[in-house]
Nanobody
Framework: QVQLVESGGGLVQAGGSLRLSCAAS????????MGWFRQAPGKEREFVAA????????YSVDSVKGRFTISRDDAKNMVYLQMNSLKPEDTAVYYC????????????????????WGQGTQVTVSS
């Protein structure tokens, strides 16, 4: 089992940057593909970015491509989301998720595919 704790959210002006962190418990973190999702008020949770086991593959949704970067550090049991050039439409609660995977390079975009979720961290971008 994996427990996930996000941090790094906050209030930032448009054009600014934030780095979200997700700390994972457990000794088998390297067995999990990881993802970031977000949910804005009144909207459904949406996929933001995913990274494979080992970090060799990653993918992000078109709306954040070139602005957000997902990364992981298996030695520290951490996954990150570096967010640059933030826009007011990026305002949401951001969630870290973990999916147990036997495939080294697989990426997962559906929330239903993930086994474990963090509690979320609020990101607010002011205009």
């Amino acid at each position: 089992q994996v427990q996930l704790v996000e941090s790094g959210g906050g209030l930032v002006q448009a054009g600014g940057s934030l780095r979200l962190s997700c700390a994972a418990s457990g000794r088998t973190f390297s067995s999990y593909a990881m993802g970031w999702f977000r949910q804005a008020p009144g909207k459904e949770r949406e996929f933001v970015a995913a990274i494979s086991r080992g970090g060799g593959s990653s993918y992000s949704v078109d709306s954040v491509k070139g602005r957000f970067t997902i990364s992981r550090d298996d030695a520290k049991n951490m996954v990150y989301l570096q967010m640059n050039s933030l826009k007011p439409e990026d305002t949401a609660v951001y969630y870290c998720a973990a999916k147990s995977s036997v495939y080294w390079s697989a990426l997962y975009q559906l929330s239903s595919q993930y086994n474990y979720w963090g509690q979320g961290t609020q990101v607010t971008v002011s205009s």
